[in-house]
């Protein structure tokens, strides 16, 4: 695990519950990843040739639908 990964699963242990180690650190990977598939998306777009003004609405669609994914799931098929 990354530094700064440590640090996130330190900190949500002693602010969050649960606070066992396993769910902090699944917890902080789950955040660093969303954090780096953002990026690379970003990045990918950019190297296309798009300007970040362009790419700004659909990146922070992206954000967050990641965030709000990682804050209440993945919604059930019905």
Known sequence: MVAQEQD???AL?????PSDEFTAHLVAAQV????????????????SGQSADEIYQTAVAHAETAFGLLESGLPRRS
């Open 13 to 17: 242990r002693s602010t969050v519950r």
């Open 8 to 10: 996130l699963a330190d």
């Open 32 to 47: 660093f990843s969303a954090q780096r598939i953002l990026t690379y998306h970003n990045a990918q777009a950019i190297r």
